[in-house]
């Protein structure tokens, strides 16, 4: 069956459709993206260690959550990549601008996880 004929499910059927688009989108990332990769290594550490560091619930949530936020800016820039090259292969200053828009997303997100991270652990005064 192709993704359109499951558009007019419900209820559990369409939430387990759901679940495997996501494991597929998952499992591509993982496939074809080394950042992406590189960035799931980083989170197997990073993840354990917000949860033995942070001294409360949302000092964990903050640090999981900056670290997670970098994966799924990650697969929206890799997403992003995926249709820009599919749609216009050849060179082109709007496919550039978008590709580096999407890099600048997740240079941002890694910027913003090291400052979450900063706050928590080095809290000021």
Do not use: Q
Not at 87 to 116: I, T, W
């Amino acid at each position: 069956m192709s993704a359109a004929e499951f558009k007019g499910k419900k209820g559990l059927r369409r939430l387990w459709n759901a679940l495997g688009y996501s494991r597929d989108g998952l499992g591509a990332a993982w496939t074809n993206e080394a950042a992406f990769r590189e960035e799931v290594m980083l989170a197997v550490v990073a993840i354990p260690l917000a949860l033995f560091l942070g001294e409360t619930g949302v000092d964990r949530a903050l640090m999981v959550g900056s670290i997670l936020l970098v994966l799924i800016v990650e697969i929206l820039n890799s997403a992003v990549e995926a249709v820009v090259d599919k749609a216009s292969p050849e060179k082109h200053e709007l496919a550039k601008r978008a590709k580096d828009m999407g890099s600048a997303a997740v240079l941002l997100s890694l910027v913003n996880a090291a400052a979450v991270w900063a706050c928590v652990l080095w809290p000021a005064g």
